[in-house]
């Protein structure tokens, strides 16, 4: 079994206590709509993808509706975010296989989620986490590198630093933890400008402890 060092406890009781939030900033009603905004929310802000969304939903609110759209109804919707034309092909055809594979509804395996088109391991592991309570990590750039700086993974792929994480922190909190990682990467411990001095977890962080720059 792999060790970990003994602060990462401390780190992650802090975050337990003291997260910024425990919810996404993504704006949704339901599993259908969570999908379609964190597919679109690839490589792209929360706020523009909440910007784009009431307007597409509002056309196509399930993926019965969605599914009987043109890819260029639905670029049309989504024209403002990155890389609109691959977008407004996954989520047509993300909608035709929820039709025809599971009966219109979004799937709460981790497998059965990764076989939709647009939906890969971090998406996946969103929509679980978030709208089924799965004990499950969805790690993201940011998640990415707050783990890496805090030390709570020297993964080299998501799927490691995954693994990791999840080896510390217990199944009841994992839903909420995804939260507490990105919004502090977000907000707080950013790639280029990292704000070290209103961290509550820098008296812990490897990196300053070391001398490092971030």
Known sequence: ??????????????????AISEQSELRFANAFE????????????DKRVNMVTPALLK????????????????????????????????LLKMSKMLLSDFGGTVPDGIDDLMKLPGVGRKTANVVASICYLKPV??????????????????????????????AQIPEADRARAHHWLI???RYVCKAQKPGCNDCGVSHLCPKLLEGSKL
């Open 183 to 185: 919004l502090h990467g």
């Open 1 to 18: 079994m792999k060790k970990f060092p003994a602060r990462n406890r401390n780190i992650i009781e802090w975050f337990r206590q003291n």
């Open 137 to 166: 990590i969805a790690v993201d750039t940011h998640v990415f590198r707050v783990a890496h700086r805090l030390g709570l993974s020297a993964g080299k792929t998501p799927y490691e630093v995954e693994q990791d994480l999840e």
């Open 59 to 90: 056309a196509y609110p399930d993926a019965a509706a969605m599914s009987k759209a043109t890819e260029k109804d639905i670029y049309g919707y989504i024209k403002s975010v990155s890389y609109p034309n691959n977008k407004a092909s996954h």
């Open 34 to 45: 969570l999908i379609v905004a964190v597919i679109l929310s690839a490589q792209c802000t």
